[in-house]
């Protein structure tokens, strides 16, 4: 998506009203007809169920919402927003915790194609799937360009979007993303940081993206020095704060004497939320190009059940194949069972890598065996489930 500087400040005749669709409560002279207000009388809810709580990720992340995310400048924040988005279109876990399922849009402004190919490759990786199977995350690079999303103008300064952001609203239509990164809102904001008014009506364009299109926005920020210091992760005014259902702060961690005895830990703190407690921590560590979670038990938990998933995924395919009178081999030739299963729709993008692993645990707990077949001149080996369950 190549987009000239020029043309993100075209939309400037334009109205936020006009370009969110929200209905506007604004009169124009005197007699003007008042638009009706929306009321909903509380005893109605009586007979209904009561709607669930919705989450992107489980107690962390709220669906349908924007969540901030800061982070000083070196931390990851951009690799750990990648590893939610690459966890969100792979049915994965994401540092210990379940995440809903869906198409993902990754936009940056801060990295290059070539620097995020690099990290998606070291993800991809640790979750055991292949990136040919990643046809459901789409990145947007903007690293070098103009990449504004709203700039002030008109009386009282007022934002207004850029058709950059009506570039990125076509595109999330089209996608229909269950989750959106923006990395980093020093690039994409154009108006005064510290300017109440400015952030809220920032926070609201983003907010119409999540109500109208059902999707979650995930945004990335550099704190300030004093929020940095403070531990509070803010940057310019409160509003940022106010308006955000949900806050999050990833730094480094650092001792008494503001050294750091790891540079591989870092923490994910919760610093506001409107629907759990705050102060809830996540300890992660970097390893081989990813964020791990820091508790061995949670990390062996994700594990264990990332592997019953691929077990799971790896016999029902093998079973299918047997009732569709398709042989599958466990040597690498062109039936070798892995590539074959990552290629199948019903693999839910199980990569080759994760399915490779899954075929050789069953091997070894004796779930599935090799079978000779064919005549005496040409012998031929396939893969059988042996009907040897999991406890036995």
């Known amino acids: 998506m190549n987009f000239e500087a020029s043309q993100f400040h075209t939309a400037k005749s334009l ?49 349908g919402n924007v969540t901030l995310l800061a982070g000083d400048g070196g931390t990851g924040k951009t690799l750990l927003g990648l590893q939610l988005a690459v966890a969100t279109t792979t049915d994965r876990f994401w540092l210990g915790r379940t995440v809903a399922r869906g198409p993902a849009i990754f936009l940056t402004s801060e990295d290059a194609i070539d620097e995020i190919h690099r990290r998606l490759a070291d993800v991809a990786d640790s979750v055991g799937v292949d990136l040919e199977t990643m046809t459901d995350l789409h990145i947007v690079p903007l690293a070098g360009q103009d990449a504004l999303f ?5 009386k009282g300064g007022k934002l207004n979007p850029t058709a950059l952001f ?29 300017n109440r008014a400015h952030a809220r009506q920032f926070i609201g364009l983003l907010r119409t993206w ?7 926005i995930l945004l990335l920020a550099h704190p300030s020095l004093s929020g940095m210091s403070s531990g509070s992760g803010l940057s ?4 940022w704060n106010n308006s955000v259902r949900s806050r999050l702060y990833f730094e480094r961690v650092k001792n008494d004497q503001n050294t750091e005895d790891d540079p591989d830990l870092r ?48 016999l ?8 569709e009178g398709r042989n599958v081999s466990a040597t690498p030739c062109a039936t070798y069972a892995p590539t074959v299963f990552a290629k199948d729709k019903r693999s839910e ?38 009907g040897k369950g999991e406890d036995e």
């Open 15 to 63: 109205s936020m009203d006009d370009v969110t669709g929200r209905k506007s409560w604004r009169t124009e002279g005197k007699g003007a007809t008042l638009p009706p207000l929306p009321v909903v009388v509380a005893s109605s809810f009586a007979d209904k169920p009561i709607p669930p709580r919705e989450w992107h990720v489980d107690a962390l992340i709220p669906k």
């Open 349 to 386: 993008n199980m990569g080759k890598r994760g399915l490779t692993e899954a075929m050789n645990r069953l091997f070894a707990a004796g779930r599935i065996r090799n079978v000779e077949f064919g005549s005496a001149s040409h012998r031929r080996s396939r893969i059988e489930i042996t």
């Open 150 to 154: 709203a700039v002030p103008g008109g």
């Open 267 to 314: 923490v994910l703190r919760i610093v506001k939320t409107n629907y759990d407690r705050v102060g809830t921590e996540i300890k992660v560590r970097w390893r081989a190009g990813v964020f791990v979670t820091g508790s061995p038990t949670t990390d062996s938990f994700s594990r264990m059940t990332a592997n019953a998933k691929a077990d799971r995924i790896f």
């Open 166 to 194: 009506q570039s990125v609203t076509r595109l999330i239509e089209e996608k229909q993303p269950a989750l959106v990164v923006l990395d980093a809102l020093a690039d994409l904001f154009g108006g005064d940081e510290i």
């Open 236 to 239: 310019g005014s409160t509003a």
């Open 210 to 216: 999540a109500v109208k299109y059902a999707t979650t």
């Open 316 to 323: 029902e395919l093998l079973a299918a194949y047997e009732a």
